[in-house]
C-alpha cells in the first residue's frame, strides 16, 4: 500500500498528479476526431507548431501557457487561409502551416544561446514543477476545452463523417475545423509540462486509436479513450517516480503498451467479424 500512496504525500506530486489527470483526460477526448479524421500527423504537427509560440512568450517573460496558446491560434488562422485555396490538399496545408511556425521557433531560439536549454523541459515534460497557478490556469483550459467539445458534439461528427451533407444542412464546418485545430492547440498546451510537446502527440492519438478497437460508436470510443488517458497519465506518473525515470515518456510508454494490449485483445475477435466499423461510429 505504501508503494501506492508514497508519492502523493509530496505537494509536488499531488499538483503533478492533477496536472497528469487533465492532459489525460482531454488530449484524448480531442484525439479521437483526430483519429477519425484520420489526421494523426495534425498532432505532431501542432505540437512543433507551438514551440514558436512558447520561445516568444519566454523571451517576452509572458506566460508560456499562452504563448503556446497563441501559437496554436496562429496555426489555425494560417490553415484555415491556406484551405480557401479549392486546389491545396489537407495535408499540404497542415505541412506548411507545422513548417512556418516550427521554423520561426527556432529562429528565436537561435537568438540565444541558452534559450534552447531552459525550454527543453518544455520539450520533454515536467511535470514535477507544475505550481498552483500552473494548475488553475490549466483547469480553466481544460474546462472550457470539454465544454466546447460536448457543444461542438454533434456539429464534429457530421463535419468528420459527410461534410458536403453538414454544409447542406447548416453546419459551418469551417468554423467547426478551426475550433477543432483550437482545442488542439489547448491539448498541446496542456501537455507542455507533463509529457512536453515532442510528445503531446501519444496522448492524442494513442488512447484513441485503442479505444477505436473496443468500441462501435464515438460516444463509446470518447469514453474508452478518456478512460485509457487518465489510466496512461496516472500509471506512468506513478512508475516514473519510483523508476526515476523521465515522466513524459513514460506516460506515452505506458500508453503505447496499453494500445499493445488492445490490439491483442482485439484481434481474435475483429478477425471473427466483417467490419462496418466506420458506418457504425457514423451512425453513433
Given at each position: 500500500m505504501d508503494?501506492?500512496?508514497?508519492?502523493?504525500?509530496y505537494a509536488f506530486m499531488q499538483r503533478a498528479l492533477i496536472a497528469s489527470l487533465l492532459v489525460g483526460l482531454v488530449a484524448p477526448l480531442v484525439g479521437v476526431w483526430i483519429v477519425l479524421r484520420r489526421l494523426a500527423y495534425l498532432g505532431d504537427a501542432m505540437s512543433h507548431a507551438?514551440?514558436?509560440?512558447?520561445?516568444?512568450?519566454?523571451l517576452a517573460g509572458a506566460s508560456v501557457t499562452l504563448g503556446a496558446v497563441g501559437a496554436g491560434v496562429a496555426m489555425?488562422?494560417?490553415m484555415a487561409l491556406l484551405a480557401a485555396h479549392p486546389r491545396l490538399r489537407a495535408d499540404s496545408i497542415v505541412g506548411v502551416a507545422q513548417v512556418t511556425l516550427f521554423a520561426g521557433g527556432v529562429l528565436v531560439i537561435n537568438t540565444r544561446d541558452d534559450l534552447g536549454?531552459?525550454?527543453?523541459h518544455f520539450l520533454f515534460g515536467s511535470v514535477t514543477t507544475v505550481s498552483a497557478d500552473d494548475l488553475w490556469l490549466n483547469g480553466a483550459l481544460a474546462v472550457g476545452a470539454l465544454a466546447a467539445?460536448?457543444?461542438l458534439f454533434s456539429d464534429l461528427r457530421c463535419a468528420t463523417f459527410d461534410a458536403p451533407h453538414a454544409r447542406l444542412t447548416g453546419v459551418p464546418v469551417r468554423a467547426v475545423d478551426a475550433a477543432l485545430l483550437v482545442l488542439l492547440?489547448?491539448?498541446?498546451v496542456l501537455a507542455l509540462q507533463t509529457v512536453g510537446v515532442l510528445m503531446a502527440v501519444a496522448l492524442f492519438v494513442v488512447p484513441a486509436a485503442a479505444a477505436r478497437l473496443w468500441t462501435a460508436t464515438i460516444e463509446a470510443m470518447s469514453a474508452v479513450a478518456a478512460a485509457l488517458g487518465l489510466g496512461a497519465s496516472l500509471a506512468g506518473l506513478?512508475?516514473?517516480y519510483h523508476l526515476a525515470t523521465p515522466p513524459g515518456a513514460t506516460v506515452a510508454l505506458v500508453a503505447v503498451a496499453l494500445l499493445g494490449l488492445s490490439v491483442a485483445a482485439t484481434l481474435p475477435r475483429r478477425a471473427r467479424r466483417p467490419a462496418a466499423h466506420e458506418a457504425e461510429l457514423a451512425g453513433g
Open positions: 508503494w501506492l500512496t508514497d508519492p502523493y504525500a507551438t514551440l514558436g509560440g512558447v520561445a516568444v512568450a519566454y489555425a488562422a494560417l536549454v531552459d525550454l527543453s467539445l460536448a457543444v492547440a489547448i491539448s498541446v506513478h512508475l516514473a
